[in-house]
């Protein structure tokens, strides 16, 4: 497998139970900043930029109830001049999934629902893949990361793809565990796009989109926030998304998904998610004025699973846990809550610290860095007091490794296709319709002396395969966020019988083996 940069970046870290008294604003002691945030912060950007080929980032920091940074760096796009600033629209991805869990206790504290009645009862016919897990699991189940499956399993199914909501959801029960139920961690997107039908079924057909839009969009005048990625890059004022995962830093395709909006499809500014994290900040009160109640807010932010219970030996951490939607954790003494997004060509965090009245979000588009994690923790470390640690130097060298192992392992399989070996079997022979039980069917064909993979339910996806040696084929996926990687097939005497295909860890981390039908 080759090195990557997952969509799901999270460190091992201490959660303290969320305290059951007087709302955050009540209680919050605040520590005086490092010099770090007024004499260095923009070189500090401007150098990681550089280090990590970031071409855009926009940051907002929020400290008691006001913003004190809210600005741009870089370009929207490489070579153009027009610059980022904080109102340049970025996909935010997975931290959709906190307006999710949001949405959810929000209709349970209006009594429409109960987080821990059985999904069932709102999806007639839900199903897991096996008839115990169906008959246990809960609204709140479903926002929890813990069905047994593995981390993104499914999403090269799903991921970019033109099934439905619906569709995405039947299909879950395809989705075969390898851990158990509510006691192990696999970070599940398709979970979210369930928990996302549920708000339909409870509100007598207003769909997610329209629920987050007029009940939280609205009323913190979140008007340069979307839900959707439909029509983003017809929109002023945006970032447009770059990689340097298997190559150079390259522009990247727009990713659609909005067939998996409650857990990824959102779109927003760093001015935009101020207010978010002002709401979150405030017990859910927004200008004075009560959004959602703190009870119900609160929700979101106990653990539904517990993901580790060690110190971490790089930051001032020791447990972490998992709500409605968001991550929390304690740092350096204080209860930090927090998620990371990653969609193509872009990767972002939302983090706030309500002790400290504190709030960060970070915005880049360049999918393959870690210097989002870093500018973070650095600002964290200012405000709590942590010893200074360049933590962006202290993460590079790790990842240019990963960066070198990546490029020799693309540059080795071009070199077994450069061999030019003889086929054992004729070209024809590796043509036909294959399908996987989850994916569905794939279509190979004739392409010169290359072959052309078809995918359904991806229409804009292909990948075309040369030839190394023995039954592997080099893969290279037409959108390049899928990477470049071997295709190995399995014959049967003189009959291909099989064809193993995998993709970029990004998106799904295990394989997929296609039967000749």
Same mark, same amino acid.
């Given at each position: ?17 969320l305290?059951?008294?007087p ?40 400290k ?7 600005k741009?760096?870089?370009v ?24 999710t ?17 059985r +999904?069932?009862?709102y ?13 246990l699991?809960?609204v ?14 499914g ?8 099934l439905s909501?619906q ?17 192990d ?6 979970g979210? !796009?369930?928990?996302?039908? +549920?708000? *339909? ?14 009940n939280?969009l ?15 890059e ?7 998304p ?13 990713d ?8 990824g499809?959102? !779109? ?9 994290m ?7 009160r ?50 930090v809550?927090?998620?990371?997004g ?10 706030? !610290?309500?002790?400290?009245q ?11 860095q870690?210097?989002?994690?870093a ?18 130097a ?5 990842a240019?490794?990963?960066d ?36 569905? *069917? ?17 229409p ?9 040696d ?17 295709? !190995? ?16 860890p ?12």
């Amino acid at each position: 497998m080759l090195p990557f940069l997952s969509r799901l970046t999270a460190f091992s870290a201490l959660t303290l139970s969320l305290l059951a008294g007087p709302a955050p604003t009540a209680w919050a002691q605040s520590k005086a900043p490092s010099r770090f945030m007024t004499d260095s912060l923009d070189r500090y950007i401007e150098r990681g930029m550089r280090q990590w080929q970031i071409p855009g980032l926009s940051v907002v920091v929020i400290k008691n109830g006001k913003v004190v940074v809210s600005k741009g760096y870089g370009v929207r796009a490489v070579g153009k001049s027009e610059p980022v600033d904080a109102n340049t629209l970025f996909m935010i991805a997975s931290n959709t999934k906190l307006f999710t869990g949001t949405a959810l206790a929000k209709l349970e504290d209006d009594k429409k629902l109960s987080l821990n009645d059985r +999904v069932d009862k709102y999806l007639p016919g839900f199903r897991l893949y096996d008839s115990v897990t169906t008959r246990l699991v809960t609204v709140r189940d479903l926002m929890g990361h813990h069905f047994g499956t593995k981390t993104f399993q499914g999403d090269f199914t799903f991921w970019d793809s033109d099934l439905s909501r619906q569709e995405i959801v039947q299909r879950m029960r395809l989705l075969k565990p390898s851990g158990q139920f509510r006691k192990d961690y696999g970070y599940c997107n398709a979970g979210f !796009v369930a928990a996302g039908l +549920v708000i *339909p079924a409870v509100t007598g057909g207003t769909s997610w989109d329209d629920y987050v839009q007029q009940n939280f969009l609205q009323p913190l005048g979140m008007s340069n926030t979307y839900t959707g990625t439909a029509g983003f890059e017809k929109r002023a004022n945006i970032a447009l998304p770059y990689s340097n995962t298997f190559g150079p830093l390259t522009p990247m395709p727009f990713d659609h998904i909005d067939n998996i909006g409650p857990c990824g499809s959102m !779109v927003s500014s760093v001015n935009d998610l101020a207010k978010w994290m002002q709401f979150q900040l405030d017990s859910g009160r927004y200008q004075g004025k009560q959004v959602m109640s703190w009870a119900a807010l609160r929700k979101t932010r106990d653990p539904n699973t517990l993901l580790s219970t060690r110190k971490s030996s790089a930051l001032p951490t020791h447990y972490m846990t998992y709500g409605l939607g968001v991550f929390s954790a304690d740092y350096a003494g204080s209860q930090v809550f927090w998620h990371t997004g990653g969609a193509t060509g872009f990767v972002s965090n939302v983090c706030f !610290v309500p002790e400290e009245q504190l709030g960060i979000a970070i915005l880049t588009n360049n999918d393959n860095q870690s210097f989002f994690e870093a500018l973070r923790y650095q600002i964290l470390d200012s405000y709590l007091g942590v010893p200074y640690t360049n933590r962006s130097a202290a993460y590079l060298p790790g990842a240019r490794t990963g960066d070198q192992e990546t490029y020799a392992a693309v540059a080795k399989l071009q070199k077994r296709v450069a061999q030019k070996k003889k086929l054992p079997l004729a070209l024809d022979a590796y043509t036909g319709q294959f399908s996987h039980p989850l994916f569905g *069917p794939i279509s190979i064909a004739k392409q010169g002396k290359q072959l052309l993979v078809s995918f359904s339910n991806h229409p804009n996806l292909t990948a075309t395969l040369d030839y190394m040696d023995g039954q592997e084929f080099r893969a290279t996926y037409s959108n390049p966020t899928y990477g470049i990687f071997p295709a !190995v097939f399995k014959v049967e005497g003189q009959r291909v019988a099989s064809v193993e295909m995998r993709i970029n860890p990004f998106i799904e981390y295990d394989s997929y083996l296609f039967s000749r039908l």
